[in-house]
């Protein structure tokens, strides 16, 4: 069943079952985080052992996209560095 979320404030598709990462992957968006430096991040091992797909999912920095269902309506939001003033900006 196909599921609706956001990825930085845009609209996604998603499917019921299907990880975070694996729904933005199949949306053509590869970068989920930026380091201090500003350097893109993204899936990796896809098994939550390297933690480089963190994002910010509903308010919650440093969640491993590759290891969240996405859920309808669930927020996703790039990730700067450690996601913490983001976060705190978002409520």
Known sequence: MEIMF?????????RDGQTIAEALLSNGITTVRKTRN???????CAMGVCYECRAIVNGTPNTRTCMTT???GCKVMTQEDAGIEVADEQG
């Open 6 to 14: 956001e990825f930085d404030g845009r609209p996604v598709k998603g």
């Open 38 to 44: 500003g350097a893109d991040r993204g899936v990796y």
């Open 70 to 72: 996405v859920t309808q």
